[in-house]
């Protein structure tokens, strides 16, 4: 082999064995790249399913069970790469056998379980799934499905409605403060008009929002004399339109797509710190505002507790409800008298009417809804009446009288009462193509609130016009039927002054006359309620007996003010010399009529007072204090006889003497008590309640006196 050949073959095996190098290489280099892809960690749900879920929960409702959770934030990255789901399993702890739910998303933080068993304790788990693998579960929770109906949901709804009534209160008791005592002086400023009446009543109610509160203070008005049974049976009636306003806040502010309850605590952020200001308007201004949002905190609390009872889904209810698809008369009374008891038993129309308009979400059909506040119509009047109970028979009336009033709208109602209804829909559906209608009558839930509020609405409107004209008859029938039982109760109301001045002074006299007679009646009675008191042993009648003199001693404070407004006015016009000197006369009579009753009430406090400290007067004192109450008595009987006679036949004679006997007598008792002060017969406690008593009696025989020299004219 030449030498050349041989350098040819050594080239070809360096060629050879490079090749092979080369490959060599490659392969070894490809086979780690394999080797470490091999190796690399797969992600395992294992490794984060104890930790992954967070505030998990499960709040029970009937037959269904609402779960909700969140996922840790640093695994959900991993969990969204790796294309995982959420899985729910649950089963009853007597069952084996799981019941899974899968392919829930990841952004899903919540899942409503449905149609359990009612009353049954129940495990799950929460777990992770990939795509085509078996879910892994975290560890087992447990909850219990509620039973219906249960003690926590009822309690849970009288919460919510405690909650909505306890705003309203707030609400009108602080818009009452705000306005100060112009509501009042509106209400006992009204005239005989009724029309005046009704717009008062309707004002005033819709400010306060609150027909109670405003047929409570007609009651009280009434038993004060202040306003006359004509004359409250037409606020009443104002009352009753103003009351149907709560039904239009709730349904425009409550369940509408603006609803209050999302501004509730902006509205409290701005109430609470005036509720802190020195001004007392501010203050009250604050907590009208608290009231305002208590209340749309309640509505929206309570619309929740009855939501989540799901009556939509509740067999029993439905097939009741639908029970009534086509309701009948019989059905119709049925939940008047349902209205009637629930606006009793809550006390409050405006949270009867709350309750009536949730349940028409729930499906209540709107003849029963409508049925339900016709009850609540007469519902109301028994606040009324519970206030009329401590009244006088004129309260007693007036209330009777707002009772006559609903009763007898509901009654004709229900005549006309599914035609009505009917044409009530049919005007709101008429409104369905417009723009609010677009806006707030797209469902029939909300078409069927909006009926609701115009049909309460309509009713006590069209009532009020068909019975303001019958106003007298309404009072001659309650009278009837509410008589006096005694003459205390016709004690304490301006019988004879009507408001409004008659057309002359001379004929104004005549009935300021037959009033002031009636003043000295009342005056009169105190005297044998301090000639009981003296005697009286049982703690309960000495009690009411010093209760009956300081309401009397109230009420004749009051008609002072009234007879002497009613003569302060006569004495504007043109009158002669002799009504000059009569109407002069009169309002000195008053005077002394009004402070004997001051008399009275200070003698009831020196009695309580002697009571409670246990003082005693001897057999002796008693004698004598009964002597001198005999004594005035008489002078009593005298200026009766004198006010109800006519004026110009009025002699002084009987009373003077009368007056010179008291004087006579306080002289002889108390000569006899500084000599029994001397002797040391009692303490200095017992002589100076002994000697208020008797002196008293002095001071009450020279007013009765004095009202005889003012119908004399011996005035000075």
Known sequence: ????????????????????????????????????????????????????????????????????????????????DNNCTVSIRYKSKEDNKWTEINNISLTTTAYTIKELTSGTKYEYQLGLAQEKEP???????????????????????????????????????????????????????????????????????????????????IVSFVNAGLLTLRQAIGVIMGANIGTTMTAWIL???????????????????????????NRSQLKSFGEFLIGFALLFIGLHALKSEVKSLHLEE????????????????????????????????????????????????????????????????IGTTVTANLAALIGNVHAKRSARAHLFFNIFGVIWM?????????????????FEDTAFGKANLATKTSRSLYTLALFHTCFNIINTLLLVWFVPYIEKIVVKFTPAKTEDDEAFNLEFIKTGMMSTVELAIPQAKKEIAKYGKIVSRMNGFISKMLVEQDKKKFKKLLERTEKYEEITDKVEIEVADYLAKAAKGNMTTDTSIRIRGMLSIIGDLERMGDIFFQMSKSLERKRKNKIW????????????????????????????????AVTIDKALALEQKINSKRDKIRK?????????????????????????????????????????????
Not at 251 to 277: C, E, N, Q, R, T
Not at 619 to 645: C, H, K, T, Y
Request: negative net charge.
């Open 414 to 430: 229900l005549i006309v009462f599914f035609p009505f209804l009917t044409m009530i829909e049919g005007f709101i559906e008429s």
């Open 672 to 716: 006899s008590h500084l000599k029994d002060i001397e002797q040391g017969k009692y303490s200095v406690q017992n002589a100076n309640i002994y000697s208020n008593i008797f002196h008293s009696y002095e001071k009450i025989g020279d007013h009765i006196i004095n009202v005889t020299e003012g119908l004399t004219g011996s005035i000075d």
């Open 251 to 277: 349904v425009l502010l409550g369940f509408s797509k603006f609803s209050l309850a999302d501004y509730a605590l902006p509205v409290l952020a701005i109430g609470v710190p005036l509720m802190f200001m």
């Open 617 to 648: 007067f001897t057999p002796e004192q008693r004698e004598s204090i009964q002597e001198m109450g005999a004594i005035v008595n008489e002078a009593f009987v005298v200026m009766l006889d004198n006010l109800a006679m006519d004026y110009n």
């Open 1 to 80: 082999m030449s030498l050349f050949d041989l350098l040819v073959n050594i080239l070809k095996q360096t060629y050879l064995l490079l090749a092979i190098f080369c490959f060599g290489f490659q392969a070894k280099s490809q086979s780690s790249d394999t080797l470490n892809a091999w190796y690399e960690p797969v992600f395992e749900i294992d490794s984060v399913i104890k930790d992954v879920f967070q505030l998990v929960s499960a709040k029970e409702t009937k037959n269904t069970v609402a779960l909700s959770w969140s996922l840790k934030g640093e695994h959900y990255g991993s969990l969204e």
């Open 314 to 377: 509740s067999e029993g209810f439905i097939s009741y409800i639908t029970s009534f698809t086509s309701p009948g008369y019989l059905t119709v009374f049925f939940f008047v008298f349902v209205g009637t008891l629930l606006t009793i038993v809550v006390q409050s129309s405006s949270a009867a009417m709350a309750l009536t308009l949730i349940f028409i979400g729930e499906g209540l059909p709107l003849e029963l809804a409508a049925a339900i506040v016709l009850g609540e119509n």
């Open 135 to 217: 879910a892994v579960f975290s560890e087992l929770n447990q909850f219990t499905s509620k039973d219906g109906v249960g003690l926590y949901s009822i309690l849970s709804i009288i919460g919510a409605l405690g909650f909505f009534i306890y705003g309203m209160k707030v609400m009108s008791e602080g818009i009452q403060k705000a306005a100060g005592d112009g509501l009042r002086k509106i209400l006992s400023a009204i005239t005989s008009n009724r029309l005046s009446g009704i717009f008062t009543g309707f004002l005033t109610t819709s400010i306060i929002q609150s027909s109670s509160a405003t047929t409570v203070m």
